[in-house]
């Protein structure tokens, strides 16, 4: 594997898929979305998923958007967000057969 660029090749036989892009907006005051994709690969359930995410310094983030995405949307199981604010870890107890789990940051 190559690892000279920000994100290395996953290996091909890996049980889930891991994937993040980010919007790229020039505008001054707009939004910057971060967009996080697991996706379990492995034809059966898979236990506790872990995704941490790095946000760059002036990242501004929404901790209500984070609670709503948890508590309504069931969309992750729990998050935490490191003092610095620099990187957000997304946790998931489980991911069915097949499943994917997408995640607006």
């Known amino acids: 594997m190559e690892f000279s660029n920000s994100k290395p090749e996953s290996s091909p036989k890996a049980p889930i898929s891991f994937d993040i892009t980010k919007s790229i907006n020039n505008q001054i005051g707009e939004n910057q979305i971060q967009t996080v994709k697991i996706e379990n ?7 506790m998923v ?10 501004d983030i929404d901790m209500d ?4 995405l948890k508590d309504r ?14 990187m957000i870890t997304l946790y998931w107890t489980y991911l069915k ?6 995640v607006d940051l």
């Open 41 to 47: 690969l492995s034809g059966k359930a898979q236990g």
């Open 50 to 59: 872990v995704a941490m995410v790095s946000t760059s310094s002036c990242y």
């Open 65 to 68: 958007h984070l609670e709503m």
């Open 73 to 86: 949307f069931k969309v992750i199981d729990n998050f935490e967000i490191s003092p610095d604010k620099n």
């Open 97 to 102: 057969e097949k499943e994917t789990k997408t």
